[in-house]
């Protein structure tokens, strides 16, 4: 497993699981190291685009016990 950061290596790996008629997981770790560098939104607008129309199971892991995550609703319903 590695760290995708771009909604093209998103789409690579959605596209990859519905070629092999699997349902892909995808674990986002906003504590990473980078991944909010500019900001939640943008950072989450991503991966709503890399997914597209398509199937996933997204694991949000925040910072903190306790964080929510608002911005991913909100890029997911833009989409």
């Not at 199937?55 to 925040?62: E, K, S, T």
């Amino acid at each position: 497993m590695r760290a995708a950061t771009s909604s093209e290596e998103i789409r690579a790996v959605v596209t990859a699981a519905a070629a092999a008629r699997k349902l892909p997981i995808l674990l986002l770790d906003v504590g990473r190291a980078g991944a909010c560098a500019d900001g939640d939104a943008r950072w989450f607008g991503e991966v709503a685009r890399g997914l597209g129309d398509d199937r996933a199971l997204v694991v949000v892991r925040g910072r903190r016990a306790g964080d929510s995550v608002p911005d991913l609703a909100a890029a997911l319903a833009r989409r």
